[in-house]
């Protein structure tokens, strides 16, 4: 288990369609630590799940065009072949989507679901995978798994279904998670029990995980890090600590702001005006810059993304001025 | 020791227990069984009683009658009656049908008023041949329509899909006996491949049956190969946008275990009532068809047996055609249950 780390380096992801390119992800860089939890947050068509699909080469390459690279340990993960990108999927990296209602085949049991992942990878017979798949039932916390083995997804609740699913992407203990929404369709205890295991997964197995999330929260409660993303480019960096307290692209901060609070019922939800630009455009500039409430002159400049410390960066003018003000106090003061 | 006897009556209680309430849910699932079994066999002799009772009006309200086809059209009204009444259509049409359907559940069908022949004879002779004729219909259809719909579907974006899709709507708009004349002309006059009519006996082998069965099997088939392939290709279509191939390809799951445990099987369900339409199609297009290329089937039976108001036959004819589309429709019922665990539960 040799200290393995994603990086992804100016990766940018291009759609196709009539009527021109959508650029979803734009020269974004960022790595994920060995046995770290990475959250990527932002709002919807921030290019977040583009980049969780291209680590693993889901995108349809007839209408996607990838560029730049992401490697993890020694191993490039971008533009490979299709059988050796098959090879890396669910044994090297695995990933898991938002909705276990419809990400697992309602048509299969949840124990060929599963122990379909050992059998491609490990080439075991039927009945070692399913001594296998067991195992990996019960890792995840699914009570009586020898039982649920033989069950269809529509016969589990939401969080067992969850479960179900997280065990058919780790069942070959890949060393890299992308986790997308994993906890969005379920509801506010299960969403705890299940980031509770990704994040029992990342220290005791040694997972790397990406985890895609729109909620503040759920990055705060179990990330190491923070990978803020807006219209397709990172816009800042850091440890999550750093990151939730003092937020230094004014995009964060707002996404902070606009976090529905349980405590804070009489108060207006801070909702940032304008929408994400759509992936079409190719405006300069700080992609921000019409939805920013400290935007000047020299936000039409493009920006950068600096270095502030080590494993802080962000890519805004403001962060690298003397002067500097913590949005988080200003985007937060009462 | 106060410790083990109070212990074990507990230890021993359970498997009781739980062979009683085991017990019990057989019982229970062995009642819903039955109800639903008996609820279906009612379902099923009402359609036929309600088909064949439809069918024996229906042909009676025709005008002329198998007296005056008997007879010849200068008969006396004496001779005409003395007929019928020797037929026995002198009687209302309840008892009529009454009379009839006492003979048909003890297996007599009544005898053709033309040929003498028992109606059983003629159906032992002519329903092997329409079967096999909708039976190889059937197969082509599903072959040859889920290779296409395949092909269609992975290679949407090709040539080759696009073919394969332009074929598929042109053939569901070519009728049956369109096609069928023309494969006779071009396969059976221009080139003399295959024999223009009649069909092979029993007893021939493979080779004669085939050299008889490929043009009205073409004919009588062709629509159901376009119905299956568009189908398929629309269902696959939708499938391979789904969340769980998306799922499955993440797995590392590729290339036939992805398209046939995942995108088909998934795509089966609407190919499966697809099928069940179609047998019915079958069953109805083997009149036309049978009569295209003169074969000595059902067919031509009930489109003869109509012409001379032949009553035995029609109902007899009515009848098996009823239950061939009521079996097609239960072994639908069964193949959904087979391929969705929600069907099967709920």
């Known amino acids: 288990m040799a200290g393995e780390s994603l990086t992804v380096d100016h990766l940018s992801v291009v759609f196709q369609a009539r009527g021109g390119n959508h650029a979803a992800v734009r020269d974004a860089s960022f790595e994920v630590g060995s046995r770290r939890m990475v959250g990527l947050v932002g709002e919807s068509g921030s290019g977040k799940t583009a980049t969780g699909l291209a680590l693993l080469g889901l995108h349809d390459p007839s209408t996607t065009t990838i560029g730049g690279s992401a490697r993890f340990g020694e191993t490039e ?9 098959n090879r890396l999927r669910g044994s090297i990296v695995g990933m898991i989507f938002q909705d276990p209602m419809t990400a697992l085949n309602p048509l299969l049991t949840i124990g060929t679901q599963v122990s379909e992942t050992i059998r491609i990878h490990e080439g075991l017979d039927r009945r070692n995978a399913r001594e296998r798949a067991i195992e990996i039932l019960a890792r995840v916390g699914l009570p009586d798994p020898a039982g649920r083995y033989r069950r269809y997804p529509h016969e589990l609740s939401g969080g067992l279904r969850q479960r179900a ?37 990342c220290v005791d197995e040694g997972m790397s995980v990406l985890l895609i999330t729109h909620d503040l929260g759920v990055v705060g409660a179990v990330c190491d890090d923070v990978v803020s993303m807006y219209a397709g480019e990172v816009v800042e960096i850091g440890p999550t600590k750093e990151v939730l307290d003092r937020p230094r692209h004014p995009y964060t901060a707002r996404l902070m702001a606009s976090r529905p609070r349980i405590d804070g019922w009489d108060e207006r939800l ?58 988080g106090a200003a985007a937060v003061a009462p | 020791m106060s410790t083990a006897t109070s212990t074990a009556p507990p230890q021993a209680r359970p498997p009781t227990g739980s062979d009683d309430h085991s017990g019990a849910t057989t019982r229970r699932r062995a009642a819903r069984v039955l109800r639903t079994a008996a609820l279906r066999g009612g379902a099923f002799v009402a359609t036929l009683v309600l088909a064949t009772f439809v069918a024996f009006w229906l042909i009676q309200l025709v005008p002329g009658d198998p007296a ?56 032992a002779q002519r329903l092997p041949v329409t079967l096999s004729l909708v039976a190889c219909s059937l197969t082509l259809a599903i072959v040859v329509g889920v290779a ?48 223009a009519t009649g069909f092979s006996r029993s007893g021939d082998g493979a080779l004669e ?51 046939v445990r995942h995108a088909l099987r998934n795509a089966s ?58 079996i097609a429709n239960a072994i639908v019922e069964i193949l959904y249950r087979r391929i969705d665990p929600r069907i099967r539960s709920s």
């Not at chain 1, 992407?169 to 295991?197: M, W």
């Not at chain 2, 009204?77 to 003890?106: H, K, T």
């Not at chain 2, 090709?158 to 049956?176: E, F």
């Not at chain 2, 396969?187 to 491949?193: D, M, S, V």
């Open chain 1, 165 to 201: 699913m997280i065990a058919a992407a780790i069942a070959c203990r890949p060393r890299l998670l992308v986790a997308d929404e994993p906890t969005t369709a379920l509801d506010l205890t299960i969403q705890a029990q299940i980031l509770t295991l990704l994040r029992t997964l």
């Open chain 2, 269 to 326: 369900v609407p190919v499966v009532t697809v099928l069940g339409l179609l047998i019915n199609r079958l069953v109805g297009g083997t009149v036309v068809v049978e009569v295209v290329f003169a074969i000595p089937g059902m067919g031509t039976l009930v489109v003869d047996a109509v012409k001379q108001r032949d009553y035995p036959v029609i109902q007899a004819v009515v009848l098996v055609m009823a239950v061939i589309v009521l």
């Open chain 1, 77 to 85: 993960l971008l533009g490979l072949p299709p059988q050796a990108a």
């Open chain 2, 68 to 123: 005056t086809a008997i007879a010849g059209e200068n008969a006396t009204p004496q001779r005409l009656a003395e007929i019928r009444a020797q037929l026995g259509l002198d009687e209302p049409l309840l008892v009529q049908y009454g009379s009839w359907a006492l003979g048909a559940l003890q297996g007599d069908f009544g005898t053709s008023l033309y040929s003498d022949l028992s109606v059983t004879s003629l159906l």
């Open chain 2, 148 to 195: 296409a719909g395949v092909i269609g579907a992975v290679r949407a974006n090709r040539a080759t899909g696009k073919v394969v899709t332009g074929a598929a709507t042109l053939g569901i708009a070519i009728p049956n006996f369109w096609l069928g004349l023309v494969l006779v002309t071009v396969f059976a006059l221009w080139n003399p491949w295959f024999p």
């Open chain 2, 209 to 259: 049956f085939l050299r008889f069965a490929v043009l009205p099997t073409i004919a009588l088939g062709a629509a159901g190969v376009a119905e299956v392939a568009r189908q398929l290709r629309g269902a696959l279509l939708e499938v391979f946008t789904a969340d769980y191939i998306r799922m499955a390809r993440a797995k590392g799951v590729s290339g036939t275990a992805l398209l």
């Open chain 1, 270 to 327: 801070d909702v940032i005006p304008g929408r994400v630009p759509s992936a079409s455009s190719s405006p300069t500039g700080c992609l921000f810059r019409p939805r920013c409430r400290q935007a000047r002159e020299v936000c039409e400049e493009t920006q950068e993304l600096v270095t502030l410390s080590a494993g802080r960066r962000v890519r805004c003018i403001r962060a690298v001025e003397p002067d500097q003000v913590s949005f």
